[in-house]
């Protein structure tokens, strides 16, 4: 909010420029900017009181002690003929609603114009030039109907689904049952807290007006600014809190600004106050706050500080009992008070001090200790850790080749961009692998996905993590050595780095065929029978949606289902004794057999002697039969109490050939 040292100064005695900066600035009201005499100010969510010059008067004369000075001259008149309907009193708890008869439309004088202009508003003619400038002075957004134009009374109602209703702005909007309207007996004609209509605007040709000076439901306010897309000076008050009780002041000061600029005769008026409010009683324990300030402040003091804001307090023994003003909405609790004391007593005056003691941290639990494990294994492997947005759209859900269907939608999206909760990481690393296409990229991330569930219940909040990787060439295995293309057994041997790092059980591989992974370069991981992810390289048609100029590779995992299979319970084994035995073994046998089928069978088969089975060359073409492979293991035979003889390796060597050659036909390559 922007205002004017020399506006304040006809409500209240300012110090000099600089330490009124500072005074703003222990209120806890922000100073983003000083211009001179101008303050640009940031006013928090919970002080609506602020978004006033009274209210910043008020706020200074309580910080330094000095009395206040508001313009309020009450303004009599007879019962208006007009009709006025509340549809629901939660929308709008009051209505004031007054005649104004006989206002020449025209230019400001020069007082008005140089004063909105320095509080940033636009001058526009003399009637709403007054509505803005009360409302900059009190709080109070009003408005100005153009009574002529009206049909019929006025109606504080929801708008109808699909109805029309242009805004003073030209733009034709369509509402729905979330805006509050106001409407004649014919149609709406404004947008309730945000912004009149065209076709009771004031022009030239006005003669008679209709005020109005409302109090609407903040959240209701708030909905319909979020539905239409716009935001107002007076949407700003009222979704922060316009004070019910002073709707009328407001009307009144108008008034009297009506008369003397424009010359109008004061009609009639209509007040419905549907749900008065009244104001709320606060108790105050003297020593609860000495305590929590950590500062022997008198009760006497405490009672002056909250005088000053304006605040009736009566003292029962050791307690405060204070009365809020209905303009205070934001003090609610004992705590409330506590941090009102603290301001107006003023933050300089509390000593720094020590804390006797320093509690010891509770630690990480285990969930914590596993996640900072995986991330240091991924850091070691190369990679960098990532946060991305829980929130995505479904464009980029349908770049990724991912299914659009059982997602969380968000009700009320901030940004067209983040429509609903990710049900993957995918999107979002494919997204960072865009961004990074230049230099590549070598990135994961563990965070939340959220699945859907019923429709009243929460979704499941599910740990993934997921791994990108983007480059020309995997790092070198050694100095000097030559970089190899970037491949899916690079991509492999970071998951399987990272698993034994945690400590899970024998990881198996298969084929797998999904979105967004390509066909016969995807393969989908699992732990003791059950699928913990899937990893694989890029669709080309994916790829190109995406712009990605290079191969890329994707592994996601459920990271929850990993830590379920872990083995946290950790056994030393001595190193051995004894020397073992290794023999390759070079089998033929269909290509759809599996190596991980291979081993698996080879160690039953080999007994206790078969401590290490290990596909390590893959072979096909001549002389190998067609549809078939060659697949070469090394087997490592040893035993714990003696050094293992030739003849015992070669008849468990033996039982893992006839275990191949029954189980899968295989044949021994020559």
């Not at 600004?257 to 009244?278: N, T, W």
């Not at 459920?558 to 084994?573: E, G, T």
Request: with cysteine; charged share 25%.
């Amino acid at each position: 909010m922007r205002i004017s040292a020399s506006w304040l100064e006809q409500f209240v005695a300012l110090p000099p420029l600089d330490e009124l900066a500072h005074i703003f600035e222990m209120a806890g009201i922000g100073v983003e900017e000083r211009d001179g005499e101008i303050f640009t100010l940031e006013v928090t969510s919970n002080r609506g009181d602020w978004l006033s010059a009274i209210g910043l008067a008020r706020e200074i004369g309580a910080m330094t002690n000095k009395s206040m000075r508001a313009p309020h001259r009450e303004i009599e008149g007879e019962s208006a003929n007009v009709q006025i309907s509340i549809e629901n009193p939660e929308d709008c708890t009051r209505y004031v609603a007054r005649v104004i008869e006989n206002v020449t439309v025209g230019e400001s004088p020069g007082w008005l114009q140089q004063r909105l202009t320095e509080c940033g508003i636009r001058s526009i003619n003399n009637i709403v030039d007054i509505t803005n400038l009360v409302m900059l002075e009190t709080g109070q957004p009003l408005h100005a109907f153009d009574a002529g134009k009206l049909r019929g009374g006025i109606e504080v109602r929801r708008a109808r689904e699909d109805e029309i209703l242009t805004t003073l702005d030209d733009v034709e909007r369509k509402l729905s049952p979330e805006v509050l309207v106001i409407a004649d007996g014919e149609k709406a004609i404004a947008l309730a807290g945000l912004m009149g209509g065209t076709d009771t605007e004031v022009s030239e040709n006005t003669h008679t007006i209709l005020l109005e000076s409302a109090h609407f439901a903040s959240s209701r306010v708030r909905r319909g600014a979020r539905f239409v897309g716009l935001s107002s000076e007076a949407s700003r008050r009222y979704e922060r809190w316009v004070d019910p009780n002073g709707a009328r002041r407001a009307s009144d000061r108008a008034c009297q600004l009506f008369h003397e600029i424009c010359g109008a005769r004061i009609g009639g008026i209509v007040d419905k106050y549907v749900a008065p409010s009244a104001p709320a009683e606060v108790a105050l324990r003297v020593g609860r706050c000495q305590s929590v300030l950590g500062l022997k402040i008198p009760a006497d003091a405490m009672q002056k500080c909250l005088e000053r804001l304006g605040f009736e307090v009566r003292r029962d023994e050791e307690t405060l009992h204070a009365r809020i003003p209905t303009f205070r909405r934001d003090i609610a609790r004992e705590v409330d008070l506590i941090e009102e004391v603290a301001r107006i007593h003023g933050y300089d005056h509390i000593p720094t001090t020590l804390p006797r003691t320093v509690n010891a941290s509770p630690g990480r639990n285990l969930s914590q200790r596993l996640e900072e494990k995986a991330k240091d294994a991924l850091l070691r492997c190369g990679l960098s850790e990532i946060v991305t947005y829980s929130m995505q759209n479904s464009g980029a859900v349908a770049r990724a080749g991912l299914p659009l269907e059982n997602v969380v939608r968000l009700r009320n999206p901030l940004s067209e961009d983040y429509t609903q909760m990710r049900t993957s990481l995918l999107p979002s690393l494919l997204e960072v692998l865009q961004k990074n296409a230049r230099n590549g990229a070598r990135v994961f991330e563990l965070g939340k996905v959220y699945l859907p569930r019923d429709e009243q219940a929460q979704p499941d909040e599910c740990r993934r993590l997921g791994f990108a990787l983007m480059d020309e060439t995997a790092p070198a295995p050694q100095w000097g050595a030559k970089a190899a293309p970037l491949d899916f057994y690079f991509l492999k041997g970071i998951v399987e780095t990272l698993l034994g790092e945690l400590g899970a059980p024998q990881l198996r591989w298969r084929p797998t065929q999904q979105a967004p992974f390509h066909p016969g370069r995807c393969a989908a991981l699992s732990l003791d029978g059950q699928d913990v992810g899937v990893a694989g390289e890029v669709h080309p048609e994916i790829a190109a949606r995406w712009d990605l100029p290079a191969r890329a590779f994707l592994a996601h995992l459920d990271f929850d289902a990993i830590v379920r299979h872990l083995n946290l319970l950790k056994s030393y084994q001595p190193l051995p004794r004894f020397p073992g035995i290794d023999r390759d073994l070079a089998l033929v046998l269909p290509e759809n057999i599996a190596a991980a089928d291979v081993e698996e069978t080879l160690r039953a088969a080999g007994g206790a002697l078969l401590r290490r089975v290990c596909a390590f060359d893959v072979y096909t073409g001549a002389p190998i039969p067609a549809g078939h492979k060659s697949l070469t293991l090394s087997l490592s035979f040893r035993a714990d109490e003696r050094t293992l003889t030739d003849a015992e390796a070669e008849a468990a060597l033996q039982a893992a050939r006839d275990a191949a050659q029954s189980a899968f036909g295989a044949s021994i390559r020559a």
